[in-house]
Nanobody, 128 residues
Framework: QVQLEESGGGVVQAGDSLRLSCAIS????????MGWFRQAPGKDREFVAG????????YYADSVEGRFTISRDMTRNTVDLKMNSLTPGDTAVYFC?????????????????????WGQGTQVTVSS
């Protein structure tokens, strides 16, 4: 049984950094990519960052490009999201997700319907 478990959330001040981690347990058959999404209060869940398993290519939402970095540790079987220069606008519940989709390029990483497994989320709160 596949499980994704996020950790590393918390309350920080604007300008601080956080590292989220997503622990993957179980075997994801033909895993092609991993993604991070977030949902702020009263808003829809939105894409943050994604990484392809085959070659490590990444894709980011414009709002986090240059501040966030997604990476995968194959030894630990985790996917991390390093977040720098956090702002109150980054406050949200952050979810990781795993995809088994067979697609090309990186744009598909931003599509929620391409993901098959989801974690429960971890809260990130950024105070001003």
């Amino acid at each position: 049984q596949v499980q994704l478990e996020e950790s590393g959330g918390g309350v920080v001040q604007a300008g601080d950094s956080l590292r989220l981690s997503c622990a993957i347990s179980g075997n994801i058959y033909r895993n092609t990519g991993m993604g991070w999404f977030r949902q702020a209060p009263g808003k829809d869940r939105e894409f943050v960052a994604g990484i392809r398993k085959s070659d490590g290519r990444t894709y980011y939402a414009d709002s986090v490009e240059g501040r966030f970095t997604i990476s995968r540790d194959m030894t630990r079987n985790t996917v991390d999201l390093k977040m720098n220069s956090l702002t109150p606008g980054d406050t949200a519940v952050y979810f990781c997700a795993a995809s088994q989709s067979t697609v090309y390029g990186v744009l598909w990483l931003s599509h929620q319907d391409k993901y098959d497994y989801w974690g429960q989320g971890t809260q990130v709160t950024v105070s001003s």
